[in-house]
Structure formats: C-alpha cells, structure tokens
C-alpha cells in the first residue's frame, strides 16, 4: 500500500491535481458570479478570494481604485467567505439605499459587529428585523422628542458653546490642538441627551469612556486588520490581536454602561417628565411588562438591548460631530475669505449683540453651505457600513444573490469630477443656487447615507454642527499656527476619516 501511494506522490502528480482543483475553484467562483456586477473573476485564489486584488492605500477608495478602473462604478468579487459588491455612482448606491432598500437592509454577520453589539443587539450593526425596527423607531422617537423643544436643544447646545468658547479665550491667543476640547464640549452635548444630568465631563468614568470610544474610532491599524479578518468566520476562532484589542475595549465600555443603567433604574420615577434617551427606554420597559405580548417585548428591551442603544446614541452622536468641527476649522483657516464671509453674514443677519439662534438657520446659507461642503469633502463616513442582502435582488441590472455583502462608496461620489466642478476645492459656494437658497436635492450629496439605514442622528447632528460653527464663528476667528503652518487636509483612516492632529490659533472678534 505504501508502496503504491509513493507511487502516485509524484511532483507531477501533485502539480497536477494542484493545478485541476485551481480550475475547478475557477469553474465554480465563475458560476457563482454569472451575471453578477464585472469583476476580477480569474485570479480569485481558494479561500482568500480577490483579496489580492485590492491596490495598497490609505482608504476604501484608494484600494479599489484599479477595480474602479478597470470595471466601472459597479463591481464584485470574492473576498475570503463572502461575495462583495460596490457601488459607486449615485443611481447605483440610490437603488442600493433606497428604491432596494428592503433588500438590502441586512448587516453581515461580522464577528466585530457581534463583539461590539453584544451578539446583534443595537441599532446599527444589528441585522434587521423585528428587534432592530422596535429599537430604531425608540431612538428617533427619543430624538425627535428633544428637537421638539427648540429653546431646550437651544440652551443645552448653547452650554457647552459657551464653555467651549471660555477655553478659546483662555488660551490668550496662544496656538493649541482643539481636537480634545471639541471632542469632550460635543460629547457633554450628547450625554445630557443620552444620560440626563447623570454623566458628563464631570464624572470619573466620562474621560475614560470618552478615550476608549475614539480609540475605536482612529485606531488605523486595528481597523484595517478588522476589516479584513471580518470576511473570513473563521478568523474568530484564532486569537488576532485585532480582535483581543476591540473586545478588551467593548468589555470596558459596556461595564461603564451598564453601571450607569443600574444608577439611573434605581433612580428612575416613571410619573416624572422624561428627559433622557435611557428614560424613555426604562420607561417602555416598564410599559412593556403590561402588555399581552410582556415576554417577547421585554425581551428586546433587556440591558444588553438598553446599553447597545444608548451606546450607539453616544459613539455615533458624538464622534461624527466632533470630527466634522474639526475639519470644518481645517478647512477655514486654510481659506480665510470663507471665514470672512460667513462673519459678513452673520453680522448682517444676527448682529453682535445677541448669538445666532436656531430661528436664523434659513437667513444664514453660507452656514449650512460650509457645513455642506465640509461634510462632502471631509467625508467622515468614506463609505456606508456594509449592507447585507436579505434576498436574491438585482443592481444596475445585474444579479445580486441573498446574503452578498455591499458596500456603497460615498467618497468617490462626493469627489467624482462629473458630479461636481473642481471636487477637491473647498467651495460651499456651490451648494446655493442663484436665488441664495441651500440646494437640498442634488442627490449627488449623501454624508448620511440614505433610506432605511440612513443615520438616524442627522437631524441632531445638523442642529449641533449649526450651533457650534454659528457661534464660534460669531465671536472668534481661526488662524494658522505661530510658525505659520495650516492644518493639513488629507485625511487618516479608522473608522471614520478623520484631519491629522492640527494646532491653530484664535482671536476674538472685534
């Protein structure tokens, strides 16, 4: 017998059955892709897939850019266990977001999503279902509930701003990193929100929590380590230190929310006013223990429910501000006539003797128009988080079978020269038309992506980003460094693209 195995391992042999189960993989992965999206067929290699195909680069768009060159602005390929389509041109990541979303409304079953979600149960990584709408539709309730009340949103907002603004002040026009003092100023904002009075800077576990969350966000190395290792299950079972890393830091921030739910149940009085995203949650819980169906609602709104959304309100709520703010500074002090002009306007619309409020939105376009352009050029979200189809469905006419990962590509839509004139110039120009109004529809414009997973925070968003420039634009201007030196704008990618740290200077207004 052993005789005769030797026999047969031969190197020929060998080379040879090599070589059929490579053109066998190939016979298969073609059939498996017939009439998907065009895309590097032939050299998907067995259990990796094309992930050799991607370029070496910083970002989602740099690494795809051969793909982009060579296939169009709707491809796929095989990437470890999953099949991977991108869109990138607005029709395509429209009928993704919005004519399709329904079909395209999943989360992969990522092993970061499940260490980060406590196996699928928050708002934007779980996968969508029953669960998943209960829990969304609480959140936007919660937010549209605070919105409501302009001159409460106004003052909360205002707050900070004016604290913010005091530690502007203080540094006696002297050059310093605002990233830290945004970051915590915007996060204070979010916490009243999320939390009542019960959490903010003031508290012992708020700078940790605040540290280990943008830790997650601009951690570059473990991200892009993340990103690969998702498309391969396995990887879960293998101790990568990628994973170690992100679980360590799941664990600890869970643990401060969940000792901050425990303070606020025993606390909590369900006769009084509700003035919290965990109050309302607490609240519906107890709403929930009457109801004919109590078990299976109280069930999805348990703690590990309750911690995920009230994390996601935090994580989301205020990392994405503090970085658009931190970009939109970049952006003014390396183009100080757009400084210039909006203080034109402001000074036209508001005056001096009082601060922009929430009423002037409409009379103050150059505002939003900076906002805008901020958003579209900084790109905090390079791309959407990856969807997953919940049945087999079509893109741009082509075949796209139940359970592909997809991924829409903001950033190349934001800075695609057919869409917009000069797309690497800051310009917030071109977001008013001839008539002074802000252009809202161009839908070549998605920072918040769109349809049903769109962030549910962006109304929020806008109100605080709009607040927040408004009135540090009002009373200071920004300026390079002493050594003259202008923030850099290219961009560094985690999870988000965020401006290499940066120091300015400020001077008040007189």
Same mark, same amino acid.
Request: negative net charge; charged residues 25%.
């Given at each position: ?307 995920? *959304?009230?994390? &996601?309100?935090?994580? #989301? =709520? +205020?990392?994405?501000?503090?970085? !658009?703010?931190?970009? %939109? ?59 997953? *189809?919940?049945? &087999?469905?079509?893109? #741009? =006419? +082509?075949?796209?079978?139940?359970? !592909?990962?997809?991924? %829409? ?102």
């Amino acid at each position: 017998m052993e005789l005769l195995l030797s026999e047969y391992l031969t190197f020929g042999n060998v080379f040879i059955a090599v070589v059929f189960l490579l053109i066998l993989n190939q016979l298969f992965e073609l059939y498996q892709f017939r009439n998907m999206p065009p895309g590097p067929r032939l050299t998907s290699i067995p259990f990796i897939g094309n992930l050799m195909s991607f370029d070496s680069g910083d970002g989602f768009c740099q690494v795809t850019a051969s793909m982009r060159k060579n296939y169009g602005t709707v491809y796929s390929m095989k990437v470890g266990s999953f099949k991977f389509v991108v869109a990138e041109d607005p029709t395509s990541v429209k009928e993704v977001l919005v004519t399709k979303s329904a079909d395209y409304a999943g989360r992969p079953p990522f092993h970061s999503f499940m260490i980060d979600t406590l196996g699928g149960k928050d708002v934007a990584l779980a996968n969508y279902g029953p669960a998943w709408r209960f829990h969304r539709k609480l959140f936007l309730t919660a937010i549209r509930q605070y919105l409501s009340d302009q001159k409460l949103v106004e003052e909360r907002v205002s707050e900070q701003v004016r604290w913010l603004m005091q530690y502007f002040e203080d540094q006696n026009g002297n050059e310093f990193d605002p990233g830290k003092i945004l970051m915590e100023s915007v996060a204070n904002v979010i916490c009243r929100i999320t939390f009542g009075k019960h959490f903010d800077s003031s508290h012992p576990d708020f700078e940790e929590f605040l540290k280990l969350n943008n830790e997650s966000f601009t951690d570059i190395e473990t991200s892009n380590q993340i990103f690969v290792l998702d498309f391969f299950p396995i990887a879960k079972y293998f101790p990568f230190s990628a994973y170690q890393t992100e679980q360590k830091v799941a664990d600890r921030m869970f643990e401060i929310l969940r000792r901050q739910l425990k303070i606020q149940e025993n606390e909590f009085d369900p006769k009084s006013e509700i003035e919290s995203l965990i109050g309302s949650l607490l609240k519906e819980r107890i709403a929930a223990e009457n109801e004919v169906d109590a078990e299976e609602r109280a069930s999805i709104l348990s703690d590990d429910y309750i911690i995920n *959304t009230v994390g &996601d309100m935090f994580s #989301a =709520g +205020y990392e994405t501000t503090s970085t !658009t703010l931190r970009w %939109a500074i970049a952006y003014l002090v390396n183009y100080p006539e757009c400084q210039r002009d909006i203080q034109s306007q402001l000074d036209d619309v508001v005056g001096r003797d009082r601060m922009p409020g929430l009423d002037d939105r409409p009379k103050l376009p150059l505002v939003l128009a900076t906002i805008m352009e901020t958003l579209r050029l900084g790109n905090v979200a390079e791309t959407t988080i990856t969807h997953y *189809t919940l049945k &087999d469905t079509t893109l #741009a =006419g +082509y075949r796209v079978p139940k359970d !592909t990962v997809v991924m %829409a590509n903001l950033m190349a839509i934001h800075l695609d020269p057919n869409l917009w004139e000069n797309p690497d110039s800051f310009d917030p120009r071109r977001h008013i038309d001839s008539d002074g109004q802000i252009i809202t529809n161009s839908g070549n414009f998605l920072p918040f992506s769109a349809g049903r997973r769109v962030c549910a925070g962006e109304a929020l968003a806008k109100v605080e980003l709009f607040l927040f420039l408004s009135w540090m634009l009002h009373r200071f201007t920004f300026l390079p460094s002493l050594d003259g030196s202008f923030p850099e704008l290219k961009g560094k990618f985690g999870l988000t693209r965020f401006p290499a740290a940066y120091k300015i200077r400020v001077v008040k207004r007189q």
